[in-house]
């Protein structure tokens, strides 16, 4: 995500509306979180300015599920090889997925090539600021809209992230964790939460999110550090331990999702179609391996063909 201009916001005697803002749920959050930010945001190629909305769209695409450590080399590839939609749209889709590389999850290659194809064919071959248009791009859910329309064109959304759910549930829920998938009255209290004015309410979705990543954590949560932990309504209530539903854990060794990655290597590595015994060789149980290869041509991942071939796709 870029990091939006900084706004006036509340500390701030000239800023227009102030006296509404006051009033508004969550005031007393804005001001101290967006400073914060200032002070200790990250700086993320994202954040940049000369990294414009394919850039912000880019790193959205890619930091679903995957850590920023992760995220930044493979980023920058992509970036230098593909600048614009345009570029990455007269590609094969099967090379979207070769320089998705070892970062997981990889039908957000194939989607984010789609979005690329879509937005040359309709918009020009840039990236539509309007949040409805956004959304009706493919590979395009509520959640990446509203970031892109956020944090590349500073508009007034509420962009709701595991870290965002976590900071709202905490501070002014006061429980532990969020639910497991995001629910109706999440959204209605992001949305109650958000600022006025857009720019500040840019700058408060990008805030939260980088509170949530780096002080409010999962575990060990840094409260000694959070700009917001004497209105902390979880912190003040004692810390209480979760007592909803178990939080999901993820595994990976002895998975189809591992199997996946292992045949997929394969076929990134090799620039010519790969025959059923080099995969064969990948993982040991051929009735995992066969399903996982399956489910990987049913995604349109792997294309087969005849005589026993297979290549990462050419259309």
Known sequence: ????????????PDRVGADAEADAPGADLHAPVIDWFDDHARDLPWRRP??????????E???QQTPVSRVLPVYEQWLARWPR????????????????????????????????????????GDVPSDHAQLLALPGIGEYTAAAVASFAYGQRHAVLDTNVRRV????????????????????????????????????????SMELGALVCTARN????????AAQCAWRLAGK????GP?????????????????????????????PQAALDRVWHEPVQRARALDGLVADGLVEPLPGGLYRLPLT
Not at 92 to 111: D, H, K, M, S, T
């Open 240 to 243: 209480p331990e979760h007592d």
């Open 1 to 12: 995500m870029t990091a939006p201009t900084k706004p006036p916001h509340s500390s701030s």
């Open 85 to 124: 939609p345009a570029d990455l749209a007269a590609e094969a889709p099967g090379e979207a997925v070769r320089a998705w590389g070892r970062l997981g999850y990889p039908r957000r290659a194939l989607r984010l090539h789609g979005a690329a194809v879509a937005i040359t064919e309709r918009h020009g």
């Open 221 to 228: 949560e840094a409260c000694v550090r959070c700009p917001i």
């Open 246 to 274: 178990p939080r999901r854990g993820q595994t990976y060794a002895g998975t189809d999702r591992q199997v996946r990655g292992k045949l997929l290597a394969v076929l990134r590595d090799a620039h010519a179609s790969v």
């Open 168 to 207: 709202f549930a905490r501070a002014v829920r006061g429980v532990q964790y969020p639910p497991n998938a995001t629910t109706a009255a999440e959204r209605k209290l992001a949305r109650a939460l958000l600022p006025d004015d857009e720019p500040t309410a840019a700058r408060w979705a990008a805030a």
């Open 61 to 63: 695409f890619m930091l």
């Open 50 to 59: 000369e990294a414009g909305a394919w850039g912000v769209m880019v790193s």
